[in-house]
Every structure is written in structure tokens, then in C-alpha cells.
């Protein structure tokens, strides 16, 4: 399976620690998934002149030159790597449209971010700026997870393969989410591919009591092989290698659980749909699993 389109990054940066450990994340991937071009984007808070000072020559050249300071040390790790990378501007009191707009504008591929940091008000957490790009993003994006407890961020090792767990359900999302795996081989990534099914538990007293554990089994094991189908016939003409898996219990945990038990550095899935429930939204397990999981999370509409 050969690349036939441009690979271009955006990686939203603060100036941070998430914003440094993004760029070490982008450092470390870019090359490896056959990247061109990589805008780097930093947004600045209007200044007190309103409207006003979007237009004033004076605001627009300080706003550049707090962008260059804020994306100093970033800069610097991606260089370092020998990447292109190009550094934008913008001011406004919303990050997440700039950031959203500006991936539009310049037809990137994949959006990176940190979970937290994003915003001109420090320390805002998912369910604000991060949150809400997924939401406005036609691209994917790359979730690069705040170190926890004092424990390291698992980042991608420089060179060997990419272990990741992909997480399906027979959603269309699910599906975007496979094909997105695909784009990964098709750039040359070495893959170690975990494709994985959750199934709710029965937790019904009253259920048990009619129905057996191999009963409940088979239904699991035939609920599943379902919803892995169509992501498993994708891997299969892309010609990737893969394990899959059918477990039951809680969404997000048993994603995460999974993915530490093969050590993976990276989750891969559809941002609605996985779960026993269509429709389901960021809020619930997608953002369990983003906040539950010490590793980089890619999210695929």
C-alpha cells in the first residue's frame, strides 16, 4: 500500500510542558509516518484594544514575537530533529477555532495537541480547549496525555515498531479509525496492530437467572466478531498483521487495560459509537479513556 497524498501536521503549542512533551511526540513520529510539513501554531490573547488590535500593526508584531518566545524550546526539539517546520501566528480569545481554522486553511492532515495547557488561561483541561477541537476538527487528532503522578508520557520510540490498539465497534467512526491505521502502513510504519471489541457486561441479577455464562458468552463472542468485522476486513486487504480481541466490562478501562498489557505506545478509535449505545459522545468514552491512559491517544471522526 503505497502513500499517495502529502502528509502535513499542525501541532498547537503554548509554551507549556504538554506543548514540549506534544513536540517530542512530533519529533519522534513525524518522520516516521512520512510527514512533509509541519505547522506549528501558537495563539495569542487579544489584546485590551478589542477588534482593534487584531488590525494594529504595533499588537500583530508583538503578538508574533510572544509566539516566537512561547514556542521556543519546542521549536528547538523539533530542529533539532531536522524537521520542516513553520511557524504561524494568531489572536483570539478562542484557541480551539483558531486551531480548527487554521487546519482547514492550510489542508493538514492530523491536528497534535496537549491535554492541557491550551488556552490562554492556564492549565485548562480537556473538556475545554482539547475538547473542543476534536468537535471542530475535520482531521484527526493526536492527544498527547499530561504527565500524571510524576510518571513519563509513553511516547513512540524513535526507531522499531508501533504498537497501538485500535478500538472498534462496526461504527462508521470505527471504520475511519481503521482506514486511518491503513494510511499508517501506507506510509511505511512498522506495525504492531491490537484490534479490540468491547462488550457491556450483563450485570442483571434477573438476566442470570435465565440465561447461562456460556450462553452470555457466545452472545459476546458473536456481538463481537461483528463489530470487528469490517475493521478487520480493511487491515486484511491493506496486508497488516494483526491480533484481535473480544473482552467485556467498562469501555474505557478495558481499552486502556489492554493497551498496557502490550506495553503499546498508542490508541487508535472513532470519537462516537464505542459502545453498546450509538451516538455515544466525547464525554464519555472517549474522554475516559484520553484521561485514563498515559499514552498518546489518536481520535478519528
Not at 523539533?78 to 483558531?98: F, M, V, Y
Not at 482506514?179 to 457486561?201: E, F, K, S, T
Request: charged share 25%.
Amino acid at each position: 500500500m503505497k502513500r499517495t497524498d502529502k502528509e502535513t501536521w499542525l501541532l498547537a503549542l503554548d509554551g507549556s510542558r504538554i506543548s514540549e512533551c506534544a513536540a517530542r511526540y512530533v519529533a519522534r513520529m513525524a518522520k516516521k509516518q512520512g510527514v512533509d510539513a509541519i505547522f506549528l501554531l501558537n495563539v495569542q490573547p487579544p489584546d485590551n484594544l478589542g477588534l482593534y488590535a487584531l488590525r494594529n500593526a504595533r499588537v500583530t508584531r508583538q503578538a508574533d514575537a510572544a509566539a516566537r518566545r512561547d514556542t521556543a524550546d519546542a521549536r528547538r526539539i523539533l530542529e533539532s530533529a531536522a524537521l520542516s517546520i513553520r511557524l504561524l501566528t494568531s489572536q483570539g480569545s478562542d484557541p480551539a477555532t483558531r486551531i480548527a481554522e487554521a487546519a482547514r486553511r492550510h489542508r493538514v492532515t492530523e491536528i497534535v495537541v496537549g491535554t492541557r495547557g491550551m488556552s490562554a488561561v492556564g492549565n485548562l483541561g480537556l473538556g475545554s480547549v482539547a475538547y473542543k477541537i476534536i468537535h471542530l476538527a475535520r482531521q484527526p487528532v493526536t492527544l498527547v496525555p499530561h504527565p500524571r503522578d510524576g510518571r513519563e508520557v509513553v511516547l513512540p520510540a524513535v526507531r522499531g515498531t508501533l504498537s497501538l490498539v485500535l478500538a472498534v465497534d462496526g461504527s462508521k467512526h470505527a471504520a475511519r479509525a481503521a482506514a486511518y491505521v491503513c494510511r499508517l502502513h501506507g506510509a511505511g510504519v512498522p506495525l504492531d496492530v491490537h484490534v479490540l471489541n468491547v462488550q457491556p457486561r450483563f450485570v442483571s441479577g434477573y438476566v442470570r437467572r435465565f440465561v447461562s455464562q456460556a450462553q452470555i458468552n457466545a452472545f459476546f463472542r458473536k456481538e463481537g466478531e461483528i463489530a470487528l468485522g469490517g475493521a478487520r476486513r480493511r487491515l486484511d486487504r491493506a496486508g497488516i498483521k494483526y491480533k484481535y480481541y473480544i473482552r467485556a466490562g467498562a469501555l474505557p478501562e478495558t481499552i486502556v487495560q489492554l493497551a498496557n498489557e502490550h506495553k503499546c505506545t498508542r490508541i487508535v478509535m472513532g470519537t462516537r459509537g464505542l459502545g453498546a449505545v450509538r451516538g455515544l459522545v466525547l464525554g464519555s468514552v472517549t474522554y475516559g479513556v484520553v484521561h485514563l491512559s498515559q499514552m498518546p491517544v489518536t481520535l478519528v471522526k
